[in-house]
């Protein structure tokens, strides 16, 4: 079968086994539920009632986190009663990983029986109507960032060759996110992430651009991750927190301290909207 055995794809899915193996002889349950947070946002997980923690450099073939407000750390425990797993950091293309490695913890999630994957980032937004500090449901996404994970000989027991994109974020996911959001009174606006490789921030050209093609928001990771799990047949929730207004009329610096202060504070927040979805998915 193609990509089965005997390609150079085989060491990849092996490493996934591994990795996965070595996880799971430290868990009690097996996770139901995975979590990825982005830039500042490690706060995301606060509540999580946290059993396990396990570096990153812990784990057979993980890649290493190397950006700062990424700390690199998986957490096992339980949110709201459901078993879940929490990535702390994830790997982004303008490291210099490649796709197959930024989509890795997925399908080490996938492999271990996840079937839910709530993913966060902080983004830049586009939409006039946002505000630094401002929750976004990613409705759909736009991949600009010229690569895709599933590039290469297809593993049929992962997916298909041809995953459906029509509904890239789960809608029952969307309404409990939305619920979880107005029972907290957390105001929850929603839109288009569109997803760049980076590490250059936008000039105002393309700002403008991304607005046109439709557009409410700008980052640089999530894609890649949303994509595997898509493929992999799991559901994806992913929240973006709007960190800086980027206006191609009035083109304003945005630093990375800015970046990861706003995201900082939004992260409790997010967490609340996070436990409420798990609450939901466990009937609690
Ligand atoms: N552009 C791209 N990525 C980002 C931004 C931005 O303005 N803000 C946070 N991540």
């Known amino acids: 079968m ?26 009690d349950a097996p996770p139901r539920l995975g979590l ?11 509540g999580l009632m946290v059993a396990t923690a396990l570096p990153y450099s812990h784990i057979p073939h993980f890649p290493a986190a190397t ?32 796709p197959l490695a930024v989509a890795f913890p997925v399908r080490v999630l996938q492999t271990l029986g996840v079937d839910t994957l709530l993913l966060s980032n902080a983004a830049g937004g586009l939409n006039p109507s946002f505000r630094p500090g401002d929750l976004m449901l990613i409705t759909d996404h736009i ?51 569109a997803g760049l490789k980076g590490p250059s921030l936008e000039t105002p050209a393309e700002i403008r651009f991304l607005k046109t093609i439709g557009a409410d928001a700008v980052g640089m990771s999530t894609i890649q991750e949303t994509i595997t799990a898509v493929h992999g047949g799991i559901r994806v929730l992913g929240v973006s927190t709007i960190t800086n207004l980027n206006d191609p009329d009035h083109p304003a610096p945005a630093t990375v301290e800015a970046i990861v202060a706003v995201a900082e504070k939004a992260a409790p927040h997010l967490g609340r909207i996070f436990a409420g979805i798990a609450a939901e998915l466990s009937g609690a």
């Open 36 to 46: 990825m947070t982005g830039t500042g946002l490690g706060a995301v997980t606060g």
């Open 143 to 193: 991949n600009l960032t010229g690569e895709n994970p599933l590039v290469g000989p297809n593993f049929d027991r992962w997916g298909l060759r041809f995953p459906d994109m029509s509904r890239v974020y789960d809608p029952v996911l969307a309404a409990a996110a939305r619920k979880a959001a107005a029972a907290a009174g957390i105001p929850l606006t929603h839109g288009v992430y």
């Open 2 to 27: 193609p990509g089965e055995s005997g390609t150079p794809f085989a060491p990849y899915q092996l490493h996934v086994q591994e990795a996965a193996d070595f996880i799971a002889a430290r868990l």
């Open 67 to 98: 950006v700062q407000g990424h700390p690199g750390r998986l957490l096992y425990g339980t949110l709201a009663g459901t078993p879940t797993l929490a990535l702390l950091g994830r790997f982004h293309l303008y490291e210099g990983y490649t």
